[in-house]
């Protein structure tokens, strides 16, 4: 059996007994559990018996992924469920996913806050910005790291992005700063065209990236160094780099940005 870390101390002991206490509450064994935010079964365990730390990467995917409370987790206040999610922090650029999940939530606030939405608005244009290719990524990202606990969570969850949006074009009309708005009952085939190539383009995209990693992962040893750096199994690895399209799994959000990650530390290296 592997020695406790270090690091190891009551409040850490009492954030990976959470861990297990939640994964137990909603009944999912540990594999699956595992699977879902990408580490092995004996990872999880290192975890959950506080042999490893929680670190804030792997923090971050359980809370996104399981709508987990990030208070509850570390504090043990509050509810389990029902906090605000916080996207923006997988793609928050923090060179500290290996820092401990209680270090960021103490020293970093604001990560587990949401922004000002007024944070978020160009001053400026912004040189080639698509905007359908950006809302298009956007929501894609939305569901594939969320697990919505029912189909009709899923379903009132883009009802209700789809009214935000619709409101915000009235808002924008009503001040005069959008003309061309005009309201219809169904898309037009020319819009619908446009939204399918936006698709096609996000896909096209990631299959550029995988054949991307393909190529830096060919190269002995490779491919092990990627699957240590995703906190994955190397399976998982070979899933998403499978020459048969109709073998091929897709990596989800989080992980395609992890992905884009190490093909640039790679590719400086060069």
Known sequence: MSKPAALINDRERAICARVKEFREEIRWPQPAFAGEIGLSRDQLANIEYARSPLRFGIGLTICQVFDLNADWLITGRGGKHGAQAFLWAVKFKHESYSTLFSEVFDSMPEV????ELDTYLASDPTPGFDPQAYLLNECILWFQLNKFRTPLQAENFAREVAQFAQNQLRRLREQGASSRFRSSGKISSLTYDSLKSKTDGVKSELEKLIARVKRLASKPGAKA?????LHVAPARV????NDDPEMRKEPGGHYTLQLLKWVGQQERQK
């Open 225 to 229: 160094e990627l699957a240590r750096f």
């Open 112 to 115: 587990f806050s949401p922004p």
């Open 238 to 241: 070979s899933e998403w780099l």
